[in-house]
């Protein structure tokens, strides 16, 4: 029976319940509406609204009603359409006139929003605990490898050497944010909802700040009519975990890339790759393929959010019912991701041998070269032509930079030097950098050492 069948003259087709109900995926928010319900028993209490018997008899009932959710004891019903009216008319089965009473004061439309945000905030917790589990493991690779010289890129092209550890510092840094962007989400959401009632508030006299204690918010939403028509909170939460999936994805590219025998800087553990049904020789890397692709299902939730919100008018309109899905995918979805992106690159193996041989190939000392000329007083312009001309010399002899003689190089600009040799060896380009945040030895020690303490390893 529905709990608000007064008003209504004939029952609801069977077709129309089960397209309207949203239990089969709002009922994952049982433990959330629960607790809220129990706060709310005890604001009224506490308000004289409800008696004491009734509320501590509620709390029982509906302790009782988790206890019994957990253990697989019950089953909800379409005709009650929702978590809220489910374990409400499960209380008022248990318990009797007490349970009737627990609505008093509020709505759905306060009550899914409270549990939606409780929700949201133990779902941030628990995502910025797995990124900080991450940047651990980055900063551990990293450490390992702060003597390993790779080409760094632009335009997928080599540009210029750096060291691996580098590298992974510059995604270190990228999930870094995402861990301040959640922290962020969570403070703004961090306001209670709960005691607007449907939209213009209640004539009981609450206490919602008893409320806001009770159930760990930081505040109140002072306007009502926004505490239940926002779900700007959801959709940050979904940007921000649309931002943390893209730079998983980013470093996916990378690291498929990187794994393909035309490249071989990381091989992949054979227990994050998959075979071939057809051809013997395959080693996929599908997980990291997995993670890249997903990052497109988890914009597809941003943008299923953003384009319900884009056109409804104040106050809570149906339509809000259809926020829970998209905001459950994608944090499911990232959580999923960071963890196996975690396991993966803690178990793949970085072949130094191959990328520093990579590093001394493409002419990626040019600028190295570039800048010694500067130091000799020439403009950095001319340098610039000028070793340009040089790079076009090597391609058309097959040569490196560093093996051209001074003869060769003096042919270009007579204030080439013998010492010019220990500025465009590839660790010398590395460790002449000077400007903070750059790849020099120093300063990826530096990096390091800054990223322990603000992670407090």
Known sequence: MK?????????????????????????RLYKQDITGSIAHAKMLAKQN???????????????????????????????QEDIHMNIESLLTER????????????????QVAVDIR???????????????????????????????????????????PVTFAYYVLAYAQMFKRDISRFSDCFDRMNMLPLGSGALAGTTYSTDRKFLAEELGFAGICPNAMDAVSDRDFAIEFLAACATAQ??????????IIWSSTE??????????????????????????????????????????????????????????????????????????????FTEMISTMKVNGEVMEKAAKSGFMNATDAAD?????????????????????????????????????????SDKFE????????????????????STSFESVKAQLEKLEKEMQF
């Open 372 to 412: 010694y000329l500067v130091s000799k007083g020439l403009p950095f312009r001319d340098c610039h032509e000028i070793i340009g001309n040089i790079v076009l010399y090597c391609e058309q002899n097959g040569k490196a930079i560093e093996e051209l003689t001074l003869e060769e190089l003096k042919s270009f």
């Open 263 to 340: 490249f071989h800087f990381i091989t992949m553990d054979d227990s994050f790759s998959t075979g071939s049904s057809i051809m013997p020789q395959k080693k996929n890397p599908d997980m990291a393929e997995l993670i890249r692709g997903k990052t497109g299902r988890v914009y597809g939730d941003l943008m299923s959010l953003l384009t319900i919100m884009k056109g409804l008018p104040l106050a809570y309109n149906k339509d809000m019912q259809e926020d829970k899905l998209p905001v459950f995918d994608a944090g499911d979805t990232l959580k999923a991701s960071i963890g196996i």
């Open 49 to 79: 609204i409800l008696t004491k018997e009734d509320c501590e008899a509620i709390e029982k009932g509906l302790l009782g009603i988790l206890a019994d959710i957990e253990a697989g004891k019950v089953e909800f019903t379409i005709e």
């Open 246 to 255: 893209m730079h998983l994805s980013r470093f996916c590219e990378e690291l």
């Open 118 to 160: 409780l929700y949201l905030k133990d779902e941030i917790s628990d995502i910025k605990e797995l990124l900080k589990n991450l940047e651990k493991t980055l900063y551990t690779i990293a450490k390992a490898h702060t003597d390993t010289v790779m080409p760094g890129y632009t335009h997928l092209q080599r540009a210029q």
């Open 95 to 110: 318990i009797g006139e007490a349970g009737k009473r627990l609505h008093t004061a509020r709505s759905r439309n306060d």
């Open 418 to 437: 013998k010492d010019v040799y220990e500025h465009i060896d590839i660790r010398a380009c590395i460790a002449a950098k000077k400007s903070e945040g």
């Open 3 to 27: 709990l608000w069948k007064g008003r209504f003259s004939k029952e609801a087709t069977s077709s129309a319940n089960e397209f309207n109900a949203s239990i089969e995926f709002d009922k």
